[in-house]
């Protein structure tokens, strides 16, 4: 009993040690779930080695010490990854923990691990086993991953320190991270024992399906670099192409998103921007001129028009006050005479909203001064046969 509370005391001590060291709350959370049984296995397997203590049934303090840690290490994992944890997802966990731990226990899990390891494919002079293919995936896997966060962290970073424009900062995480995947994709193949020169054949039948296949794609990709790596569009820019108006919410490498005025997120591939014509209406800078048009009456006085129109819309909140508001005369129409109110924005997304407020005042002032818009008329004659 007394050895075992020398046991219980150092896993303790240790335990201790790493939750002071841990800064981060994700690592907390594992530290808390499967801190104690981890130092207890490490404790057990020390005792053992040095050999310092007689305790009875070392072994199986460490089986069972090891298989707690490795069920609660993957519960504290899925709590991060998913904030909440249901009964069957701990049912499932323990269940591939307990059968984990019932094949190593009868022995079964040595004869996997022979199958595993012995080879079943063969490109050239090397041999590739079930292991190899298992241990490569997750190696690629955890790389691809990794890429991810690195390229989330580093944008996070320069959001934060403003030191680069939206299509630089964009760029570069972009970069990185493609060049962590490819890293991945190199060890992985160490691991699988094979070279490039092996793979000489499968890689020039990719580049005869990229060359048909792909094309699209990596069309698309070259163009999500020209687009990161210039100033032609930038994130938050109001565009417009084939007709689609909206906001850029994320330049990618493959495609670009897109959000409309409705709220819709349209998915555009890059080749579409860089291909066709674009409108860029916040390229230089936000502001745009609203043009309205109207119709009065011959019986108007057109000047009198021009007047009321200006001092009205002059007070009108979202313009810009600097630029002057212009009434153009623009020709004698069939039925009415025809005007083309001009103002000006600086923010291009509130176009619909400001140029609908001036209907208003428009519509408005023309009613207070008895001012008429004439409908359109047509005369019809009617001959007797």
């Known amino acids: 009993m007394r050895e075992l509370i ?38 057990a397997i020390l005792i053992k080695r040095i050999n310092i203590l007689s305790i009875n049934y070392i072994d199986l303090l460490i089986f069972f010490s090891f298989y707690l840690f490795l069920f609660l290490f993957s519960l504290a994992l899925l709590k991060i990854y998913k904030r909440r944890i249901n009964l069957k997802c701990g049912a499932t966990i323990f269940f591939l923990v307990t059968l984990l731990a019932y094949l190593h226990h009868s022995k079964y899990l040595n004869y996997i691990i022979i199958f595993l390891r012995t080879p079943r494919i063969q ?52 970069i990185i991270r493609y060049t962590i995947i490819v890293i991945g994709f190199f060890i992985s193949l160490e691991f699988l024992n094979i070279d490039l020169t092996s793979l000489k054949v499968l890689i020039g039948a990719l580049g005869v399906g990229i060359g048909f296949g792909l094309r699209e794609i990596v069309n698309n990709l070259i163009s999500g670099i020209i687009l990161l790596s210039d100033k032609t569009v930038v994130k938050n820019d109001l565009i417009e192409v084939k007709g689609l108006i909206g906001r850029v919410e994320k330049i990618g490498i493959r495609t670009t998103t897109i959000r409309t005025f409705n709220n819709f997120e349209v998915i555009i591939p890059n080749t579409e921007l860089v291909n066709n014509e674009l409108i860029n209406h916040t390229h230089s800078d936000s502001i745009i001129r609203i043009v309205i048009p109207i119709g009065i009456s011959y019986s108007s006085d057109p000047f009198l028009v021009k007047e009321i129109l200006t001092k009205s819309l002059s007070k009108l909140n979202g313009i810009l006050k600097d630029h002057p508001i212009e009434v153009f005369f623009t020709e004698f129409g069939e039925n009415s005479l025809k005007f083309e109110i001009s103002i000006w924005i ?29 409908y359109p008329q047509l005369d019809v004659h009617l001959k007797k046969s």
């Open 6 to 43: 020398y046991l219980l005391g150092l896993s303790l001590f240790f335990f201790l040690i790493i939750l002071f060291l841990a800064k981060k709350q994700s690592i907390k959370k594992i530290i808390i779930y499967s801190g104690f049984p981890f130092c207890f296995f490490i404790s």
């Open 123 to 174: 490109i050239e002079d090397k041999k590739i086993s079930l292991s190899g293919i298992i241990i490569s995936g997750l190696i690629f896997f955890s790389f691809f991953k990794f890429s991810k966060f690195i390229e989330d962290r580093i944008k996070a970073k320069i959001e934060k320190t403003s030191l680069l424009e939206s299509t630089r900062s964009g760029l570069i995480p972009i």
């Open 346 to 374: 600086d923010d291009p997304f509130k176009r619909k909203k400001i140029e609908s407020e001036a209907r208003f005042v428009i519509w408005k002032t023309l009613k207070e001064n008895k001012i008429e818009i004439p």
